[in-house]
């Protein structure tokens, strides 16, 4: 019953986190409320139209890359070093034709060494959705940084004594999904970060 509990508190949160960050989202009023969803008064509706901000995106859209070393820093790149990338073995990487990215770095001779990231637009709604049910079905933790929600686990292999895990990161309708075995470079998703978003 606790678990369910926290569970539950956890999918709440990451709601929370996502209408925070998100475009036209707003926190919580610091009173512990949160604003109606209702925007407009009777007043409002009745009142002399006035000049407002337009509903526009305050970002402009992301450009999804086309290369899978442009987005990493020399040193995530060195610490790649010797990995094989989007090998035919491993089936479909590159640009998709959805223009989406996949990177596949991976030996086809090794049993279980590899990081597979696939950089796609999703809009907002389809993002929340896909990463409350990662917290609230799977354990995953969310956390909201350089403007964004990031949301990540680990776990050891079934076969191997090694450590798998995924790591997400969704911001301006672009989401970062990486998933590895043995193989996480430090700082690997924060390079792609910065090259995507500064």
């Given at each position: 019953?606790?678990?369910?509990?926290?569970?539950?508190?956890?999918?709440?949160?990451?709601?929370?986190?996502?209408?925070?960050?998100?475009?036209?989202?707003?926190?919580?009023?610091?009173?512990?409320?949160?604003?109606?969803?209702?925007?407009?008064?009777?007043?409002?509706?009745?009142?002399?139209?006035?000049?407002?901000?337009?509903?526009?995106?305050?970002?402009?859209?992301?450009?999804?890359?086309?290369?899978?070393?442009?987005?990493?820093?020399?040193?995530?790149l060195a610490q790649l070093d010797g990995v094989p990338l989007n090998d035919a073995a491993f089936g479909p990487s590159g640009v998709g034709d959805d223009g989406?990215?996949?990177?596949?770095?991976?030996?086809?001779?090794?049993?279980?060494?590899?990081?597979?990231?696939?950089?796609?637009?999703?809009?907002?709604?389809?993002?929340?959705?896909?990463?409350?049910?990662?917290?609230?079905?799977?354990?995953?933790?969310?956390?909201?940084?350089?403007?964004?929600?990031?949301?990540?686990?680990?776990?050891?292999?079934?076969?191997?004594?090694?450590?798998?895990?995924?790591?997400?990161?969704?911001?301006?309708?672009?989401?970062?999904?990486?998933?590895?075995?043995?193989?996480?470079?430090?700082?690997?998703?924060?390079?792609?970060?910065?090259?995507?978003?500064?």
């Amino acid at each position: 019953m606790n678990a369910r509990l926290a569970t539950g508190a956890g999918a709440v949160l990451l709601i929370a986190l996502l209408t925070a960050c998100g475009p036209g989202g707003s926190g919580a009023d610091g009173q512990g409320t949160s604003p109606s969803p209702s925007v407009t008064s009777t007043a409002d509706a009745t009142a002399e139209p006035s000049p407002s901000p337009s509903p526009t995106p305050t970002t402009a859209p992301i450009t999804l890359p086309t290369d899978c070393r442009a987005i990493l820093s020399d040193d995530v790149l060195a610490q790649l070093d010797g990995v094989p990338l989007n090998d035919a073995a491993f089936g479909p990487s590159g640009v998709g034709d959805d223009g989406s990215l996949t990177c596949i770095w991976a030996d086809p001779a090794a049993d279980t060494t590899r990081l597979v990231t696939t950089i796609s637009l999703m809009n907002r709604g389809p993002a929340l959705d896909m990463l409350n049910a990662l917290v609230a079905d799977e354990g995953f933790t969310c956390f909201t940084p350089d403007d964004g929600t990031r949301c990540e686990k680990t776990w050891q292999n079934t076969e191997y004594p090694v450590t798998d895990g995924r790591t997400l990161f969704w911001r301006d309708d672009v989401l970062i999904d990486s998933q590895y075995s043995n193989l996480a470079p430090e700082g690997y998703t924060s390079s792609i970060i910065a090259h995507l978003f500064d």
